[in-house]
């Protein structure tokens, strides 16, 4: 297993600033090698921050959009007008400052019966992209995903005890609620699928994840207590960006 490198910011301004940055910089490497990045939002309020720097294109923070291929990580189940959908977040701060073209934009589908009917049709997405057949094993590589990790330890959608956690013959699974609200149903990509990526990219701010960073970067916890130690790559990249608050409780920050 990959050990995950550390970087610590003095606050969420700056982390945000430090993870637009490391994003252009892969966004650049990826084209110039692969001729195009692959790019996996995430929900919440700090990637919402570092999508409004990735949308000015200022120097440093600028991305070749026409070769960049935008997906999601997790969603819940509302329509994309929602407050609580994720892709409208990323939609409003960054897609819609962007020239990314709208066939590079890949939302997890919310207009079926169900969770496990947008994942499904996610995964077919995901195959006919990378032109491999759906849920085969080795899944392919994303470039970059970006996560977070909640209150509870839990990372994309994939939320302590829930049956997602020990999905491994799908890329993409529905998951009920967590403890956490909103309270709904959700789709998320899987352990098999984030584990690939080439650079996992975790974004972490407050306090209140002091206690639950440390576990996770200086124990070993079970996957069902806190999912986000599940993230495991064995050949990509697994970096965390925490500012100070999420730090504080470190005994080491190499």
């Not at 890949?106 to 496990?116: Q, S, V």
């Not at 956690?165 to 699928?193: E, K, Q």
């Not at 209140?208 to 069902?224: D, H, M, N, S």
């Amino acid at each position: 297993m990959v050990r995950p490198e550390l970087r610590i910011c003095r606050d969420a301004e700056e982390l945000a600033g430090r993870a637009a940055e490391i994003i252009a910089a892969a966004a650049r490497n990826s084209i110039a090698e692969r001729g195009r990045f692959t790019l996996v939002l995430s929900g919440g309020s700090t990637p919402q921050k570092t999508y409004s720097l990735l949308g000015t294109g200022d120097i440093g923070t600028a991305i070749d959009w026409r070769s960049t291929f935008l997906f999601l990580g997790d969603e819940r189940f509302v329509s994309v007008d929602d407050p609580a959908s994720n892709f409208g977040m990323a939609r409003r701060s960054l897609i819609d400052h962007v020239a990314v073209p709208p066939s590079n934009v890949f939302p997890m589908p919310t207009d079926g019966p169900d969770a496990a009917d947008g994942a499904r049709r996610y995964g077919e997405t995901i195959g006919r992209f990378f032109h491999v057949a759906t849920d085969s094993l080795p899944p392919p590589c994303f470039d970059l995903v970006q996560l977070g990790l909640g209150d509870d330890g839990h990372t994309a959608s994939l939320f302590p005890g829930n049956p997602s956690l020990s999905v491994t013959d799908r890329w993409v699974t529905a998951s009920p609620p967590g403890r956490l609200p909103p309270s709904l149903d959700r789709i998320t990509m899987t352990f098999p699928i984030l584990n690939r990526a080439r650079l996992v990219l975790f974004l972490v701010t407050g306090e209140k994840k002091a206690a639950i960073v440390r576990e996770i970067l200086e124990g070993q916890p079970a996957v069902e207590k806190y999912p986000a130690a599940g993230i495991r790559l064995t050949e990509g990249k697994v970096t965390w960006l925490l500012d100070e608050a999420a730090a504080r409780l470190l005994t080491s920050r190499a």
